[in-house]
């Protein structure tokens, strides 16, 4: 897969009209019909069943509530009307607009359109989940959107792939940070500064900036072409929370508990999501989608409902002075099996999805994950490049290498936000696994900005799956200022010295097209060329195979 694709050519052909296969061609997705002045942020589907599916728009340019009618069909044109119905939106939820519509036919390609105000929305394509036999899923897998950074150009590549069945966004959809906060500089030379420009504490904050986000093209497109199923991660409220606060949360910035509330609240508002019942928690987010008797989709929720507080390794530097003493640290204090990463709830609902999978044989089993699960220790960082480069570096990047020096020399997990700084809750997850019967777990994570390809094992050395790590849509690895000779190199060394990684790549920003049949799962990681403006090229840099023997994955 290569193509050479600008924000114009992507957009739009010689007639205005988004370039797509001749059977959907009829869908109107020019740039001014992605949104108008009534439907500002465009249309948006997701968290499908078989037969219902969330579809989400907002009314802008308006104080008072407003009836919003809405209509599914069967064709492109609207001719064919499966569904619709009116609901009220208002000041209450920012006049946002989520419809559950249900009573679809499964496993169809469907399309929709919102009417207020005398204006009619886009046009929006969505798909219902199939029953029964199915050949193929094509998922596009996501992770870290972090505007400042640059332009969605990974979502117009995925709007521009008719054969993508669902995405699916492992989280970091926004981003909370200041104008001057991570990703300010860039944003400021790019013209894509945050807003607000402060860092976003109140419901309406969050509100902001989540239209923000929605306003970039490439998310405007994503959304009117695909369904979307979607969990967080930290940054839709702030960085690192726990369940008792977060490394980015501060006394001088109000209640802890307070600020959560409103982050929920905007997700909820502003995501094609379906709102907890009557009886539920806003925080427990997670879900089990079934695809026919093809594949079983588990998100997972590892923020709000179970999260012990993070260990901070600069808070324990008497006790890393030597491999040995870092290494009882490790099992004393991160293995602590009271420090949990799931809750109680979640993990039970995992124990019988997983059930319900494997006794239902579905060929493929998909973990929504957020952070790394393989097992990485920090590679030695003996080769003479680092010291070389160390003498051209900033004090900054210098401290940072050093950092990353003493933990490879101690052979330490350095990821203490990932599953490496919650081994026990890891274990607990690979048990419930297997006494599903389910060693074959497909896992997609985000978070790291990183292209992964993982085996995973566990304490014992079973095989317990795959993983699949995407890079971010924009965001950058966490120490890309250290140059690309001596990224690259580590990342060498990580693959090298840890059986767990089979590859590793922090050089793009993109996603990755995973496509599932009977037979195997192929992964391609596909790059965007460039995010800095509008006009890019992709490319696969890697191609990853797995297939199923005896019950367990290994890439082909």
């Known amino acids: 897969m290569s193509s050479t694709i600008t924000r114009r050519q992507a957009l739009v052909g010689v007639s205005g009209t988004l370039l797509l296969p001749a059977a959907c061609s009829t869908v109107s997705l020019r740039p001014h019909a992605l949104a108008n002045e009534v439907f500002a942020h465009g249309v948006a589907s997701g968290d499908p069943r078989a037969t219902s599916v969330v579809l989400w728009t907002r009314v ?81 897998i996501v992770s870290c959107s972090n505007y400042p950074f640059g332009f969605f150009n990974g979502y117009e590549a995925i709007a521009d792939d008719p054969a993508i069945d669902v995405v699916v966004h492992l989280g970091d959809y926004i981003y909370e940070y200041d104008e001057d906060g991570y990703g300010g500089p860039q944003g400021k030379r790019i013209g894509r500064i945050h807003e607000p420009r402060h860092e976003i504490v109140t419901l309406s904050d969050y509100r902001m900036r989540h239209a923000q986000y929605k306003s970039d093209l490439g998310s405007l497109a994503m959304h009117a072409r695909h369904p979307l199923i979607a969990t967080w991660d930290d940054h839709e ?64 929720e590892s923020r709000h409902t179970g999260r012990s507080k993070q260990i901070e390794l600069g808070d324990y530097e008497d006790r890393l002075t030597d491999p040995e003493r870092a290494r009882l640290f490790y099992a004393e204090v991160v293995g602590d099996p009271e420090r949990r990463l799931l809750s109680a709830d979640m993990e039970r609902f995992v124990a019988d999805a997983l059930s319900a999978s494997v006794r239902t044989g579905r060929r493929w089993r998909l973990i929504g994950n957020q952070t790394i699960m393989a097992s990485v220790v920090a590679p030695r960082l003996d080769d003479p490049l680092f010291a070389q480069e160390r003498e051209r570096m900033s004090d900054s990047a210098r401290g940072l290498l050093d950092m990353l020096t003493d933990f490879g020399a101690l052979r330490l997990a350095g990821n203490m936000d990932a599953w490496d700084g919650y081994p026990a809750a890891r274990e607990r997850f690979y048990r419930i696994a297997r006494e599903a019967g389910a060693r074959d777990l497909l896992v997609m994570t985000g978070d790291t900005h990183v292209f992964w390809a993982n085996a995973l094992y566990d304490a014992a050395g079973i095989a317990m799956g795959v993983e699949l790590g995407t890079s971010g849509i924009t965001s950058p690895r966490g120490f890309y200022e250290l140059g690309a000779a001596v990224t690259d190199r580590f990342d060498e060394l990580v693959a090298g010295q840890n059986d767990s990684v089979l590859w590793v790549d922090g050089r793009y920003r993109g996603y990755i097209r995973l496509s599932l049949t009977e037979e195997l799962a192929r992964a391609d990681f596909v790059a965007v060329s460039n995010i800095a403006s509008p006009n890019f090229r992709t490319r696969t840099v890697k191609t990853a195979t797995i297939v199923k023997t005896d019950g367990t994955l290994r890439y082909a």
């Open 60 to 140: 802008s340019g308006t104080d008072a509530a407003v009836p919003v009618d809405w209509q599914v069909a069967s064709d492109p044109d609207l001719l064919s009307i499966v569904a619709r119905g009116r609901i009220t939106t208002d000041a209450d939820r920012d006049h946002t607009v989520k419809v559950v519509a249900d009573g679809l036919p499964a496993g169809r390609t469907l399309y929709y359109q919102f009417a207020a105000n005398g204006r009619q929305s886009p046009v929006g394509r969505t798909k219902t989940l199939p029953r029964g036999e199915l050949d193929e899923l094509v998922v596009a």
């Open 237 to 300: 409220t702030t960085n690192n929370p726990w369940t008792g606060g977060a490394q980015n949360h501060q006394p001088e910035e109000g209640d802890w508990e307070r600020r959560r509330e409103a982050s929920l609240r905007a997700y909820y508002e502003w995501m094609p999501i379906r709102d907890p019942g009557p009886d539920g928690a806003p925080e427990e987010l997670w879900r089990h989608y079934e695809f026919g008797d093809l594949a079983s989709l588990i998100t997972l």
